[in-house]
């Protein structure tokens, strides 16, 4: 079975922090994304990586940057968290060797930003 | 902008019925997907329908996609509690590194 982790599933932090979101995969999937989601929003796409060091922007990379210094590993990074970023954080992996580019999503991180 | 714009939003059943949400899109795609959430949780991928076919089934699943409309409905049988979730269609663009533009999804809710 293809694992996604993430390593906390809660967070709260204050104000100003800086804030570092891991993500693992275990399947040697060349894509990793990284999404928030907001109550009628949907998904956005924050970073996608489709390799390691590669990195591109999604739809809303303001106030993030992400790292991906191994397959398995994307980080994303919040500077400096503001309140308005308190939301869920899903990651995900995807291979081009899976016809369809169907993605494997971690269980979320659902972070509080005071 | 969203790619995939679902309908109903929200849909409350009982159980034995079934459930029907429909997708709408924009813009040409590869293949549409439709990914399950429960409460809190990340998103599981259901079943996916390539733009060059018509219907797929997977267990009590049944997806259709009209290319000529850009719409695909995706259909749960006998619902049982435990499909209550959200539930969300996905489009990959060709050109997209496997890019997925989600909807905003249905919450269904299943109830005994």
């Known amino acids: 079975d293809v694992k996604v982790t993430q390593s906390s599933r809660y967070l709260v932090k204050r104000t100003g922090e800086k804030v570092f979101l891991e993500c693992v995969q275990d399947?040697?999937?060349?894509?990793m994304f990284w999404y928030r989601q907001d109550p009628g929003l949907g998904l956005r796409l924050i970073y996608f990586?489709?390799?390691?060091?590669?990195?591109e922007k999604g739809d809303i990379p303001e106030g993030y940057s992400v790292s991906r210094e191994k397959k398995e590993r994307f980080s994303l990074i919040l500077e400096s968290a503001s309140t308005n970023q308190t939301s869920m954080y899903l990651c995900?992996?995807?291979?081009?060797?899976?016809?369809?580019?169907?993605?494997?999503f971690g269980p979320g991180t659902r972070l509080t930003v005071t | 902008s969203q790619q995939g714009e679902e309908d109903p939003q929200a849909l409350s059943i009982q159980e034995g019925e079934n459930a029907t949400m429909n997708c709408s899109y924009k813009?040409?795609?590869?293949?549409l997907q439709w990914y399950r959430q429960n409460s809190g949780r990340g998103l599981v991928h259901l079943i996916l329908?390539?733009?060059?076919?018509r219907e797929k089934h997977s267990g009590r699943l049944r997806v259709t996609l009209d290319t000529s409309k850009k719409s695909s409905s995706l259909l749960i049988t006998a619902s049982r509690a435990a499909d209550t979730a959200s539930y969300f269609c996905?489009?990959?663009?060709?050109?997209?590194?496997?890019?997925?533009?989600f909807g905003a999804g249905t919450q269904v809710v299943v109830t005994p």
């Open positions: 995900a992996s995807s291979s081009y060797r899976l016809a369809g580019y169907e993605q494997y």
């Open positions: 399947m040697d999937h060349e894509n």
């Open positions: 990586s489709y390799d390691v060091k590669m990195k």
């Open positions: 813009t040409s795609i590869n293949n």
């Open positions: 329908i390539r733009s060059n076919e």
């Open positions: 996905a489009t990959v663009r060709g050109d997209s590194w496997g890019k997925l533009q």
